[in-house]
């Protein structure tokens, strides 16, 4: 047995919550002779949808040009006014004013390109009439490639230009000629003298007659498969190993509008989330994604307004031979061979009372085990999960509210978990869960509601690894509940799940690296039960405004991906975490979550060949910690690794980039500094 320790690093300013000096020296015990079920690789899985058009305006598609198909008229006017939805990023915006004149511009609703409209401009004279789209970022040396759908009267002149100055310098202008009365692709080069983050690009005709515009792309030459290439090579380093594509914008939303040309793609309402959706990214772009990162894609059907029909055509249209229907689908648009795309969601957040299609659960069991029949039909080795929802998650989102119980019972008539096993159960390989816990608040069990509470960082980091424990307790009562089902063969698919960001400490950039790591440490301590984890949001393990670089939540992810270990080793302590505000099967387990080395939460796990045992500690606290190691079962080499994450000094905002820092051990010290705010990884050999 050996002791071990690491070069204690100055890091940044923390929460602003000082633990005063324990009185009792902080121990650990790590005992490799326990040792739980392997760590499922998915556990490292993302989660997206097109939430607030977080693949467009500077997110990881290339595009640059908005409202590239016109779904908006195009006006002087800027404020479209308010539009139906649930919420989003505000009231939309036009981007497209019109040149020459605003009756120069008319939608040509008759001779549509794409959608319900296309762009008309009535050319008359030398004096240029188009349209015209500021705010494009772009730098010098950049190449932008692109392409137009144009149409014309044979007297008409078209221009394409972008500008980045006011003088003649200040443009490159590309002249397009064979221009027809029927629609065509033109394509566009252009390469920026400047940097500039609010370029324009016109698009303008002279002579005489109509020009009509079906569409604009531009991007950067060196995007990938439509994605920007920064964004790819940031995404490859974090190591996604699942991308699940879903959200609350699905149960709106018909995939098969979303395949072939995406130029002629309709853009589309999306009603969920208050926004024009280009429509742009669909499913051979997502799949697209998942090849370039090397992830397995985890589809999510619409069980909110689609159909059984629709499901099981997408399955084929992702797994079909090319002969089937949808297989030709999907040839033709490029990609002859299936994707054998093997895990399917049905559904998302069902149970609540946003969700468009939302009904009650005894009606909603049926609608499941229509679409599972139906897509095994289709392809009978595909792997369901089903929307899933314990008394915690029901209780949190207010959705036991629609049923009028503030707080889900488990076994009620309103548990949807319940519901789910007794009438689906032969229906899904998995359940889903969803964790976005309220840092900041507490259920009152008097108020019967959410409140506002004061606690410390700690205990603040504490809340979404106490979701976690939630959840593997719920799934322990299930067990009692259904004697007859064996809960560890209905595995958890943790597919969303977010810390809350609720003013004072949380606004730490290390706090979402901090709580969720502490939430990976919940899921490996107890591994048998989960097979899917997907961290809300793909895109929010990223910061893509100018050039994309990580953030301390993606580096987060990068850490435990490539560096712990697969088989967990249990870990002991001398001091057991402290209990949270809050109510049991609502927002807190029964049993604390973490380690019993508060403040710090300790993970351990053996690599797969069992040469390396890894081990990893949180400190979430503004103070610097230490803790006694010892080992039993195995014998360590005298040296090893640490790999560190924590905010440097200068790091300012959410946004702020972090990175891990390395340190060979060359001593062992009987004591381990754990410095505030950080991750700390350790590699260490075995003999």
């Known amino acids: ?76 006017a800027q404020e479209i006014g308010p539009t139906p939805g649930r919420g989003g990023r505000g009231a939309p915006r036009r981007v497209w004013t019109p040149l020459g004149g605003e009756s120069a511009v008319t939608m040509d609703q008759n001779n549509a390109y794409s959608g319900k409209q296309s762009a008309a401009i009535a050319v008359d004279g030398a004096s240029p009439r188009g349209i015209r789209q500021s705010g494009l970022a772009i730098k010098k040396g950049q190449r932008y490639t692109g392409r137009v759908v144009l149409s014309s009267d044979p007297g008409v002149e078209v221009q394409v230009s972008l500008i980045w100055g006011t003088d003649p310098a200040g443009r490159q202008n ?57 964004s790819i090579r940031a995404l490859k380093e974090i190591g996604p190993t699942m991308i699940r594509y879903g959200g609350n914008f699905l149960s709106d939303y018909d995939w098969r509008v979303g395949v072939g040309d995406p130029d002629q793609r309709p853009s589309r309402f999306d ?71 093997k895990w399917w969601n049905i559904g998302n957040e069902m ?48 959705s036991g509210r629609a049923y009028g119980t503030p707080v889900v019972e488990f076994g009620s008539p309103t548990d ?17 869960e969803h964790l976005y816990p309220k840092n900041g608040q507490a259920f ?34 299930y067990q009692k509940l259904v004697p007859k089902v064996d809960m560890k063969k209905i595995p958890i698919a943790l597919d ?40 809300t949001h793909l895109t929010g393990l990223v910061n893509g405004r100018r050039e994309t670089v990580i953030l301390p939540v993606g580096r987060m992810f990068e850490l435990y991906r490539g560096h712990f270990g697969t088989i967990p080793v249990e870990v002991e302590g001398n001091r057991p975490q402290h209990e949270v505000k809050g109510t049991v099967n609502v927002d807190k387990p029964k049993v604390s979550s973490g380690s019993a080395t508060y403040p710090l939460d300790v993970a351990a796990a053996f690599t797969a060949d069992r040469k390396t045992l890894t081990v990893a500690i949180v400190n979430p606290s503004d103070a610097d910690q230490e803790i006694e190691a010892s080992f039993q079962g195995v014998s360590l080499q005298p040296s090893g690794k640490l790999l560190r994450l924590a905010a440097p000094e200068a790091a300012a905002g959410m946004g702020a980039a972090v990175n891990i820092e390395e340190t060979a051990l060359t001593e062992i010290p009987a004591k381990l500094i754990i410095p505030k705010q950080s991750v700390n990884l350790y590699e260490l050999p075995v003999r």
Request: hydrophobic content about 45%; aromatic content about 12%; overall charge negative.
């Open 496 to 535: 969303e799940w977010l810390a809350g960001y609720r003013g004072g400490a949380a606004r730490s950039p290390m706090f979402g690296a901090l709580t969720s790591a502490e939430a990976l440490h919940e899921m490996f301590r107890n591994s048998e039960w989960f097979v899917i984890s997907a961290y």
């Open 174 to 230: 590309i002249r397009i000629t064979g221009i027809g009365p029927t629609y065509r692709k033109f394509p566009l080069a252009f390469a920026a003298a400047v940097d500039s983050p609010d370029a324009s690009i016109e698009i303008t005709g002279t002579g005489k007659g109509a020009l009509h515009i079906g569409a604009v792309s531009l991007m950067p030459a060196d995007n990938v498969k439509g994605w920007r290439a920064d």
């Open 351 to 398: 149970y609540g009372p946003w969700q468009m299609g939302h009904m009650a659960i005894k009606q909603y069991t049926i609608k499941h085990n229509l679409f599972a029949e139906a897509m095994r039909r289709v392809d009978p080795t595909i792997k369901i999960v089903a929307v899933g929802a314990d008394p915690a998650e029901m209780s949190t989102t207010g």
């Open 1 to 76: 047995m050996r002791k071990f320790g690491v070069i204690q690093v100055a890091l940044a300013a923390g929460f602003g919550f000082a633990l005063t000096a324990p009185a009792q020296q902080l121990t650990m015990t790590v005992d490799a002779t326990k040792t739980g079920a392997p760590i499922s690789k998915f556990i490292y899985g993302q989660f997206t949808e097109n939430a607030n058009n977080n693949f467009y305006r500077g997110g990881l598609w290339a595009e640059m040009v908005e409202d590239r198909k016109f779904y908006y008229a195009i006006t002087a």
């Open 416 to 432: 949807w978990n319940f519901a789910m096993l007794g009438n689906s159960l032969r229906n899904f390989d998995a359940l889903s």
């Open 444 to 477: 009152d069990p008097g108020k019967q509601d959410f409140v506002p509470v004061e606690e410390s960082a700690v205990d603040n980091a504490r809340r979404l690894p106490n979701r976690v424990k939630t959840t593997v307790e719920a799934w322990e009562e």
């Open 271 to 341: 009603y969920a989330w208050n926004q024009m959706d280009p429509n742009d990214v669909g499913t051979d772009e997502i799949l697209a994604l998942n090849a370039l990162l090397g992830s397995e894609p985890y589809m999510d059907v619409n069980s909110g307004f689609g159909d059984a029909f629709s499901a099981a055509q997408w399955v084929e249209y992702c797994n079909g031979a090319p002969t089937t229907p949808m297989g030709r689908l999907r040839a033709a648009a490029g990609h002859a061979a299936p994707y054998n795309v």
